[in-house]
Structures are given as C-alpha cells and as structure tokens.
C-alpha cells in the first residue's frame, strides 16, 4: 500500500516538473543555445573550428583573470576559478551563441569597494543576491528593458571604472614601495606624488614594455593575445635575471591548484548591506553581458535571448562564489575574440572553461612568478579600452541632458562609489527624460493655445471649439494640458477634446483632466472626447471618469465627435427659441 502511495506521488512530481519546464519552454523565457544548437546538429568543421577558437579565448582569459582578481584586491587564484566555473556555466546555460563569461574589468572597482568594507564574506554573499537578482530579471522578462538604460549613462560609468583602474595600477606600474594604497581617489595621488623619488625604474620599465607587447604584438603575431606573450616573455626573464621586482608571489604567496567549497558567515540582521551592492552587480553585469551579446550578434548574424543570458549570468553568480569566485558578466573582448577566431557555438566556450581549468591545475604554480608591474601593464591597456574616450567626446557635443548624465555619474564614480553613481545615473535618466518629455508637450500646447483655434475648423460655429492633446497625459504634462483645456473651454458651447495622440495616460493625468472636466461641467459646458482607444476607455472607465463624461460623449473618431457636438448646438438653439 505504501509503495503504491509513493509511486503514485513521484509520478505527481514527474508531471508537475515536466508541466513546469513545458510552460518555461512555451513562455520562451530560459531556452539556453547550446541545447537548442545540440538538437539541431553541429557539424564536425565546426566543432573544431569552436574548439580551436575555445582554446585560443582561454589562454588570451589567463593573464586577465589573474590582472582582475589583484586589481579587485582578492587572491589570483579568485579569478581563475571565477573564469573556470562561471565561464562553463554561461556558456552551458546562456542565451547567446558566443558569449565568453568571466571576471571583468567592470566589476574591479565594486569588488574592491565591498572587500574593503565587508570582506570577501561580504563579497560572497552580495555576489549571490546579485545572481537571484539576475534570474528574477529574466524571469520577469526584462532583458529588453536593460537594453534601454541611456548611452550616456553607460559610457559614464564605464569611462570613470577606467580612470578609477588606471589609478589603482600606479603603485605596481611604478614600483612605489607603499604598504598601503588610500581607497579614495584624490587621496591616493596625494601618495602617488609624494613617493615619486622612490620609482622603481625596472619596475616602471617593464610596465612600458608589456604596454608596448600587449598593443603592438597583435601586428606580428595576430593568433596570439599581447597579454599572455608579455607574461610569457617577460616572467621567465625576471625569474632566470633574478630581478629584484614585486611578483604575485610577493602578494599572495602560491596560488592554489584545487577548489575548495566556500560557505561565508552570515547573519540575517546584516542582509540589508548587501542589497545595494547586489543591485549593482546586477545591473552592470545585466548590462555588460546583453551589451556584449548585441556586439557579438553583429558579428555573426545571429540573435540572442536576452533573458535566456540573464538567468545564465544569475546561476553564475549564485553557484561560483561557493568555489571562492568573484562576479562574472559576458566579457566584450573575449567575445570578440572567439567570434574572430571562429568561434560560432557555446562549446567554444566551454572548451574555453577547461582550458583554463588546465592551466591551473597543472602550471598555477608558475603563476605567481608573474611580476605585478607585468599585471599592471596589462590592466592601463584594459583601462584605456574601456575607457571610450571617443564615446566621451562625442557626447560632450551632444545634447545637454545627455552631457548632464555623462559627467554626473563618470564624477560619482571615480570620486565617491560606482553603485551610488550607477542609482544617481539612473534617477538622473529617469528625471531629465521626463523633463524633456515635458518640454515637447509644453510645446505642443503653447503652439496650439496660441493658434486659433476657430479658424483651423472654419466649418464650426464658434459656440465649438477644438483641443487636442498631443502626446502622452502624464505627471510631467497634465497640469499644463488641464490648464489649456479650461482656457479654451470657457470660451464655447461645446468642446471637442481629440485624444488620438494619446498613448498612454497615469493617475496624475486622470486627476487633472476629471478636475478640468467638472469645473466646465459646472459652467454648463458640455465635454466630448473624440479618438479614445480601448485601452485608455479602459483606464477612464476604472478611474470613474465616465460619471463625468456619459460613453454616448466619447467617440473613437473626429467624425462622429463633431456631428454630435452639432446636433448637440442645434437642440441648445432650438430650446432657447
């Protein structure tokens, strides 16, 4: 009897798990390439082609694993294993057929902020909220919305993480001797100045010279990434010359060549420090990853599915802390560099993952000869990458709320913190849209109020004057629009308000057109509504409107509005006879 309950109930559990993936599935919302690609079928050129390219990505993702975990003030082992585990994990997992995943220079100056503060615990823990954020973004389909946050605001950001980069790089790239290098921006060039005498010129001359290989090697040797053939070239040199120069091993000691599981301390009275940090981990990694995916369709011809990536980059960031990782995103440059090598599915990827996972198994322990004035040299070229210095000029000509956006989060950012600039940019977006929005209906209704309005609809008897609103009737707009509708309402009989243009209308709006309404009602003055969508009937129906305004006065075309506002004049005439 028992056993025929419990198969009973897996059978339940088989059914409600299969209902639940069928209906993911029919809503389109996770559907991962790879597994789509797999059923269609991959050629062998192909897979080889993907596996070649994966091979290539991983050995071009060593030298700048290693550079963002130090840079980010962890171990360089955190990188690595965040390049291995989230890696594996996005390409399985992602939307997009391309998408190399891992640590990026993006996420350098947020990790160093919440290690500073709350230590890697705290890194830990605000890494996997900001994956359950990831997964509930896609989960509730907003992938498309993260693709409108504003150029300006994204260039912003971007540009102040480089110059915050570059700035933490001139201790290592000049071979300063400070223990301690200040969080904040101006105090740490204050430092940066006062210990010049103390240059360390093989220091500063192997920075110049892994800048020089890194950008100019790509001439003569395309195949092989600059970063990885100046660590190649440059580590064994220091290491055989027994040059007196900071290594990795100075810093941190060995890396290690195992995973550990990793379980931080927690106490449910301090989740709310987290939230913040978590929030903009998840929106610069939403960003970064659909950003890149967007560059990479372009290249291939291809489409993503930009939810499908975000739950990818939320199980990422969930599952790759425990391993000790640090916040993953799709990374541009390694994108680009798969795509350009042949790359075309996620195996590319994957094959990606293991390759480093190679590496660090078998020739960790030669990476911690690695000189950091190497790793900076590498980090300045980042930097200037990620800079858009070309982007930054371009919209200094721009539009001023465009200006607005751009200085106001790149100045937050380098001088105060990104997830402070990063909430400011974005109210700030949000603030100047509707201003502008604003502006445009302003406008259109002080061109209108000033036309007249009669001599536009000469067929009319001016006992029925016209108004139309031009666009949506919101917050930013409604006092302005009631207003003119009073003006020009209490110069007639009957007023035709056309609704056509209007997209879409908030509470606000439906405040100030009902108090509008009722001061005309109370002067007699009948009102039509003329061009009403159903959705806005809809919206006027809930709000009660129609108490003030009977559905015999609203009409879905000009036509008919205006016939009735005839007869409508015709029966007052006749009654005043």
Same mark, same amino acid.
């Given at each position: ?15 409600t ?5 069928f209906?993911i ?21 192909q ?8 091979? *290539? ?26 390049? *291995? ?14 998408q $190399? ?8 100056v947020?990790v =160093?902020g ?6 890697i ?8 909220l ?32 480089? *110059?915050v ?15 301690k ?6 105090e740490?060039w ?11 010129w093989?220091?500063?001359g ?9 950008? @100019?090697?790509k ?19 220091? =290491? ?14 060995? $890396?290690p ?18 939230i ?22 372009g ?10 990536e ?9 599952v790759?802390?425990f391993?000790?990782?640090?916040p993953?995103?799709?990374? $541009?440059?390694?994108t ?15 094959v990606?993952?293991?390759m ?5 198994? @078998? ?10 004035s ?26 001023y ?8 989060t ?10 402070l ?8 977006s949000?603030?100047l849209?509707?201003?502008?929005m ?12 000033d ?16 108004y ?10 409604a ?10 309402g ?6 035709v ?7 879409f ?11 509008a ?5 109370s002067?007699? $003055?009948?009102i039509?509504?003329?061009?009403v969508?159903s ?16 559905e015999?006065?609203i ?22 006879k």
């Amino acid at each position: 009897m028992n056993n025929a309950f419990l198969i009973k109930q897996c059978k339940h559990i088989r059914i409600t798990f299969a209902t639940i993936f069928f209906n993911i599935n029919m809503n389109n919302i996770f559907r991962p390439k790879l597994f789509t690609l797999l059923r269609a079928g991959i050629t062998k050129k192909q897979l080889s082609s993907d596996i070649l390219s994966g091979m *290539v990505v991983g050995i071009m993702a060593l030298p700048l694993a290693i550079a963002f975990a130090v840079a980010s003030g962890v171990a360089p082992d955190k990188g690595l294993i965040t390049a *291995v585990v989230a890696g594996f994990l996005i390409s399985v997992f992602g939307g997009s057929r391309v998408q $190399i995943g891992g640590p990026t220079g993006a996420f350098i100056v947020i990790v =160093y902020g919440i290690v500073e503060k709350f230590g890697i615990d705290g890194l830990i823990i605000s890494t996997i909220l900001a994956g359950l954020i990831l997964v509930m973004f896609g989960l509730l389909k907003l992938g498309t919305l993260l693709k409108f946050i504003p150029h300006s605001l994204v260039v912003g950001f971007t540009s102040g993480i480089a *110059v915050v980069i570059f700035s933490t790089q001139i201790k290592d790239a000049f071979g300063l001797p400070i223990e301690k290098v200040p969080s904040e921006f101006s105090e740490k060039w204050i430092v940066y100045f006062s210990n010049l005498d103390n240059i360390n010129w093989i220091a500063l001359g192997i920075t110049v010279l892994t800048i020089f290989i890194t950008i @100019f090697s790509k001439k003569l040797i395309p195949k092989v990434p600059g970063s990885f053939l100046s660590i190649i070239l440059l580590t064994p040199l220091v =290491y055989v010359l027994n040059i007196e120069v900071a290594t990795i091993e100075t810093f941190f000691g060995s $890396i290690p060549n195992t995973f550990n599981i990793t379980i931080p301390n927690f106490r449910i009275s301090d989740l709310q420090n987290y939230i913040a940090p978590a929030i903009t981990i998840a929106l610069l990694g939403g960003i970064e990853s659909l950003l890149s995916a967007v560059v990479s369709d372009g290249m291939i011809g291809g489409k993503h599915r930009s939810n499908t990536e975000l739950i990818a980059q939320g199980i990422a960031n969930i599952v790759t802390p425990f391993f000790g990782g640090i916040p993953a995103t799709g990374a $541009i440059a390694r994108t680009a560099i798969n795509v350009k090598n042949g790359g075309r599915t996620p195996i590319a990827g994957i094959v990606h993952a293991f390759m480093l996972l190679v590496i660090m198994l @078998f020739l960790g322990r030669w990476a911690k000869l690695i000189p950091m004035s190497c790793l900076a040299g590498i980090l300045i070229v980042v930097a200037y990458n990620m800079s858009e210095w070309r982007s930054f000029v371009a919209i200094l000509k721009g539009s001023y709320f465009d200006v607005i956006i751009l200085l106001t989060t790149f100045f937050i950012t380098v001088f105060y913190d990104l997830t402070l600039a990063i909430q400011v940019g974005v109210v700030l977006s949000a603030i100047l849209f509707m201003k502008r929005m604003s502006d445009i209906s302003e406008k259109r209704i002080n061109n209108f109020v000033d036309s007249d309005v009669i001599e536009n609809y000469s067929n009319l008897p001016k006992s029925i004057s016209i108004y139309e609103i031009s666009g949506p009737l919101f917050f930013a707009s409604a006092r302005r629009y009631s207003e003119a509708i009073e003006e020009i309402g209490l110069k007639c009989k009957v007023l035709v308000i056309r609704m056509r243009h209007v997209s879409f209308i908030d509470q606000t709006g439906l405040h100030n057109l009902k108090d509008a309404i009722r001061i005309l009602r109370s002067k007699n $003055i009948t009102i039509i509504l003329s061009g009403v969508n159903s959705d806005i009937q809809e919206e006027l129906k809930k709000s009660k409107l129609t108490n003030l305004i009977t559905e015999d006065l609203i009409y879905d075309n000009f036509c008919d509005a205006t016939n009735k506002a005839l007869s409508l004049i015709e029966n007052l005439k006749a009654n005043t006879k």
